[in-house]
């Protein structure tokens, strides 16, 4: 088992978390998504101080890495390299798009289903990606803008699965009648899991070389 905090402030809804393997040590949330900065810090020593530990005692950190909000981003990023360069413990690069696929796995468990996270990039464009029920790549991340032909081809063949906060606005418009919407998804369950499963594989990030994964090129204002 290993001890493993967890960084997503990827979108409106941020979080950091801790566990000890299968064992949820706590979580705190944050909802207000400008504030996201200045929650993470004290977030993590909360939580560390309620477990009545400290930074060192952490085997590597977890960090949802894109896409997302482009400042969110850069701040989660940041933070988890600068813990773990200072500890030298492992950094965990988890793309958002795959953790909320996990959390939908986990929630429907069909392998008759495609599954496809929505992540809200503004307007009628979300970024998405196409999953198997073994989280594997049917369609690669992408940045998209939602009309009526959107996943056409797909879902004349398939079950296609819809989450994530960019949902809402692809369910105002969807024809597919064999598309269904989950809502609540437990993420921050399926973050530790992935997590663990990235640090078991040792699929940990090279700290020089890690960013986020914007999907699209960054630009200032976002």
């Excluded at 207000?32 to 930074?55: D, G, M, Y």
Aim: charged letters at 15%.
């Amino acid at each position: 088992m290993a001890l493993i905090l967890c960084i997503d402030t990827s979108t409106e809804d941020a979080f950091v978390s801790l566990h000890n393997g299968n064992e949820n040590l706590g979580v705190i949330e944050n909802k207000v998504q400008k504030e996201h900065a200045s929650f993470l810090h004290p977030a993590i020593e909360t939580l560390l101080k309620k477990n009545q530990l400290n930074l060192a005692a952490l085997q590597a950190v977890a960090v949802s890495s894109g896409p997302g909000s482009y400042t969110g981003l850069r701040v989660a990023m940041a933070s988890a390299k600068g813990i773990c360069y200072a500890l030298n413990i492992a950094l965990l690069c988890i793309p958002t798009l795959e953790i909320l696929a996990a959390a939908a796995i986990a929630e429907t468990s069909d392998e008759k289903l495609l599954y496809y996270p929505l992540i809200d990039a503004r307007r009628m464009e979300v970024f998405t990606a196409g999953y198997s029920a073994s989280l594997q790549f049917v369609e690669e991340p992408r940045s998209l803008v939602l009309n009526a032909d959107s996943f056409s081809e797909t879902a004349s063949e398939n079950n296609l699965c819809f989450f994530g906060n960019g949902a809402a606005k692809w369910a105002n418009i969807n024809p597919h009648k064999n598309a269904v919407f989950l809502k609540n998804l437990q993420v921050t369950a399926a973050m530790q899991r992935r997590a663990n499963a990235y640090f078991e594989a040792g699929n940990t990030a090279d700290l020089a070389l890690s960013d986020p994964f914007y999907v699209k090129s960054f630009y200032d204002g976002n």
